[in-house]
Every structure is written in C-alpha cells, then in structure tokens.
C-alpha cells in the first residue's frame, strides 16, 4: 500500500524548488524526491507536475505518493479491452470492475496499464513507467469510462481541465436506504483515514470534495443514484455516501459489516459519463457507456413491484 504525504506551502517558501519540498514533506532525500517526481508521484494543487525545478508559490498544495517497490518494467499483456473512442491524442477505454488501474505492489500484472501498453500504439510519458497515459483513476471494483493520452501534450492539457474541474465525470451508484430528497450535494474534506490507512476519510485537513447526487429510481431498501463529481478525490463517492447514512451497496471498505443484500464483486459503482474539450481540436466531447451486467441484475433484483 503506497503512502502519501502532503505539505501547503508556506509564504517564507514561496520561490523554493519542487523537489526539495517533496523531500522533505516525504522525509527522503532530494534524488529520491526527484525520481519520485519525474515517475508522476507528486502533484502540485491537484495536477501532476513533472519538474523537479518547479518554483511554487506560497498556499500551494504538494502532494506525494511514496509507492511501495514495483516491478522495473511493465510489460504489454494481451487482455481483452474495449476502446470507446481514440486518435492520435487521447483514448476513453471502459474499465472493466476487477481491473486495477496500474501496477503497484500486490498487482504487479493483469493491470489497465498492461491492457492499454498492448492495445493501443502509443501513450504519454507523464505518468511514469508504471503509469503511462494515465490522466485519472477509478477504484480496482468500479467500472466504467477511464481517459488516457496518448502524447505529453494531450496528458498535460487534460490534467488541467481535470484541475480546473471541467471535466464532466458522472457515475451511477446503489446506495443502501432510501433518499428524502430527490437530490442533494454532500461536501467535506477528504484525507487518509487516521487509523486505518486502507480507508480515506472526512477529515479537518483534507482536501475540499462536493458530490452531487440525484435519485433515478427508488428500489428495494436501495436507491439508484446518479452522482456527479465537482472534485474526483480518492473513494470519493463512496466515503461521501457513507458519511451522510447511505452506503454504497458492496462496498466492502465503508460499507456495515453485515450487508442487507449479498452483493459480491465491490461497491455498486460505474463511472457512466466523462466529458471533456479535446485538447488539439478544441472539440467538446462527450461519451456515456451502460453499466456492467452485475450493475443491471441487482438493480432488477431490487426493484419494487
């Protein structure tokens, strides 16, 4: 499990390089904050930021993922996966649940990495070796539609629409319980859990995180959501959900120890829409993918008569 460290600078900083911050923000040296930097495993307010020279300015946010060892090399693997759209800038894949996203310790293969390194013929360097072309990420159990660029240009202006949360992310969701309302926006800060490192959690010094969630059907004891990301923090919807009584059914990690449905497979979660403006053509795009069968048969099982 990879670590992460974050540190907001402070004004007397304002002018100091990205690589000594992170080094000292992750307690390593400054050739080992570097590397960690060029492989894509620090972000300055939320977007990669590839030079260890860059001069940050006073209220920035630096954020380090320390990984655990990984495999050097990753190599292409022939798994089956389904291209929604691709050219020479970018592709929208549909992440099966299951998959992880990258390699890391524990999935060292079998990843989206390993699918994408075989499927499609080139990918951006941002990322790193172990996270080529990848522009964002969704949980090993949630399927759905993943963005990837194909160049450095591409991963660069498609991180700062993802900055600038201009990118246009929805999921279907089956939460535990049914709703009051209609619709309605939980917002709260999400860090890692104090405790329990595997979890995130709402918390003082986390990062800002708003969903937006509107009812589509009420079932059973259950309620299909359409959730909407205003930030795309880590567990997000799920950890949100929870915290205001309503669970995502499956979720093994922020979900009641005894489940009310035997839901296997993960969290009911499926990234169902992602739109964006193309960075070369300046083209909107907009693309939207049916979830999975599991997704669909609990969602029969569960309705009302």
Known sequence: ????????????EAGERLDVIA??????????????IRDGHVSV???????????????????????????AKVE???????????????????????????????????????????????????????RPGIVHRIDKDTSGL????????????????????SVQRAYLAIAQGNFREDAGTVSGPIGRHPVDRKRMAIVPDGRDATTHWRVIER???ATLLECRLTTGRTHQIRVHMASIGHPLLGDPLYGPKKM???????QLLHAFRIGFVHPRSGEELLFEAPPEPRFAEWRRRLKQN
Not at 260 to 266: D, L, Q, T
């Open 260 to 266: 009310p449905y035997p839901v296997k497979g993960g």
């Open 45 to 71: 307010n939320g977007a990669p930021q590839a030079k260890a020279g860059f001069k940050l300015k006073g209220g920035d946010r630096v954020e380090i993922e320390l990984p655990d060892a990984t495999p």
């Open 146 to 165: 993943l963005l990837v660029a194909k160049n450095d240009f591409s991963h660069q202006a498609l991180s700062e629409q993802i900055k600038a949360h």
């Open 1 to 12: 499990m990879s670590e992460l460290f974050s540190r907001v600078v402070a004004s007397e």
């Open 219 to 221: 079932l059973r004891g």
């Open 76 to 130: 292409a693997q022939d798994i089956p996966l389904t291209v929604v759209y691709q050219d020479e800038d970018l592709a929208v894949v549909y992440k099966p649940s299951g998959m992880v996203v990258h390699p890391a310790a524990g999935n060292p293969d079998g990843t989206m990495v390993n699918a994408l390194l075989h499927c499609l013929d080139n990918l951006s360097g941002i990322g790193g070796e172990l």
């Open 23 to 36: 080094a000292q923000a992750a307690n390593v040296t400054r050739s080992r904050a570097g590397a960690l």
